[in-house]
Every structure is written in C-alpha cells, then in structure tokens.
C-alpha cells in the first residue's frame, strides 16, 4: 500500500518536473540559436526537438557517454559525440542559446566544473535548463534520523546494499542497479540542495536564476502544486532556469 502511494507520488513529480523544463526548452529554442542536449542518449528525446531537428538539424547538438547511443543517434543523422561532461566541452564560447541537462547533473564527478562549461558555451542572454533531485528533503532527513541511507543522494557502490537500503521502488521496473559497473549510469555521485544550487548558479554570473520544486513528500498529491509553490526547498524535484 504504502510502495503504491509513494509511487504515484514520484510518477507526479517527474511528469510535472520533466513537463516544465520542456516548456522552458522550447520558449528558448523560439528565440533562435543552436541547442546542447546534455546527457542526449539517443538524442532528441521528445515532441518540441523534433520538430526542431526537421525543420533545421544544424540547430541540435548532444553529448553522451555512451557509445552505442552516441552511434544509434548519428545513424539517425543526428549531431550527437562522446564526451565526458565532467571534462572541458568541446565547443566554442558563446555558441549556444539553450543548453539543458535533464536527470545529468546528479550522475556527473564534478557537477560544478559542468555548470561552469555550460555557462561559457551560453551565448549572452541563453538560458540553462537544469532538471535535477534534491538532498535537502523532508523525506531524506527522515531517513537519515531512521539510519538509512538517502532517497536521493550518493548511492552506495554495491548493488547489493543499495537494494538493501531501497524502503520503496518508485523508478520503471525494468531500471536494474549498475552501481558495480565501469561506467553506473544510473548512480548518483553528487546531489545539490535548492539553496546551493540557486547560490552557485549565482555566483557565476547568471543574471536571471529561477527554481521550481517539485514533489514535496509524504503529502498526498492533492495538495502538492500549492505545497510546491510555498516550499520549493525541500521537494523531491528542483528544476533551474538560468539566463545569462
């Protein structure tokens, strides 16, 4: 009972977070300019890109870890490279309108080294979209009082105690732990608070910053848009705006 409440809670979190940052990515892309898609997997991955790569490809730029997804989006024609986004971009400064990174930020070593590159490569007046968990709330703090791990930070490097420590399986079903893998995609390294992440944006020059939280836990869902918006700190889903 308990597994199936605290599912829709996250499946409601992640459609209105996911449902926002597109809206924000697509206001962007209107204005004109080339995009980056960070952490593009097998590149554009919904309705508004394309329609964008069709009607101008030039526009859309990714960058992925993986191989294979790096070659299953350029068999699609689509301008997608290996890289590593913890490491200098390989682009130029000012390139970019737009640059998001959608569920990346938290999977990367150095997080502030991307958020840094990502400012950069913004041209003067692009915007950043940032889709990303929050440490700091109610229902980590919570955990930490019982003794367990996290919800949403560091995840431990054994399959084995993750699953151990994991109270409800909220992610898809067919989402397996790579915890003990070369490259665990799906493991988190480094997770931001809302106030930290908004002060660090800040701090290195971005002229506009806005954040939104979504998913404020263990309240039913009802009452989670007006929750959200009196407390955007502590929601289970921070999603940035930045324009330089």
Not at 16 to 24: Q, W
Not at 154 to 166: C, G, N, R, Y
Not at 217 to 238: A, G, S, T, V, W
Request: aromatic letters at 10%.
């Amino acid at each position: 009972m308990l597994e199936k409440y605290f599912k829709s809670l996250y499946q409601r979190t992640m459609q209105e977070a996911y449902s926002l940052a597109h809206k924000e990515i697509s206001d962007a892309l209107n204005e004109g300019g080339e995009c980056l898609d960070c952490g593009a997997s097998k590149g554009h991955k919904f309705g508004l890109l394309q329609e964008m790569v069709a009607l101008d490809p030039q526009r859309y730029h990714g960058v992925e870890w993986n191989a294979e997804l790096v070659h299953a989006a350029r068999e699609k024609g689509l301008n997608v490279v290996q890289g590593d986004l913890s490491k200098k971009f390989a682009f130029p400064t000012n390139m970019f309108r737009c640059i998001f990174g959608l569920s990346v930020l938290e999977h990367l070593f150095n997080p502030c080294h991307f958020l840094k590159e990502c400012y950069r490569c913004l041209e003067q007046g692009g915007t950043l979209v940032i889709l990303t968990p929050n440490i700091s709330t109610y229902f980590t703090v919570a955990l930490l009082l019982l003794g367990r791990m996290p919800s949403s930070g560091p995840h431990p490097d054994s399959d084995a105690l993750l699953k151990e420590e994991e109270l409800f399986k909220v992610s898809r079903e067919g989402l397996q732990p790579d915890t003990e893998s070369d490259d665990a995609v799906h493991r988190h390294l480094v997770v931001f608070s809302y106030r930290v992440l908004r002060s660090y944006l800040l701090m290195l020059g971005f002229k506009e910053v806005k954040g939104h939280g979504f998913g404020l836990y263990p309240f039913p869902n009802l009452l989670q848009p007006i929750l959200e918006r009196i407390d955007p700190y502590h929601c289970h889903q921070m999603v940035f705006i930045a324009r330089k």
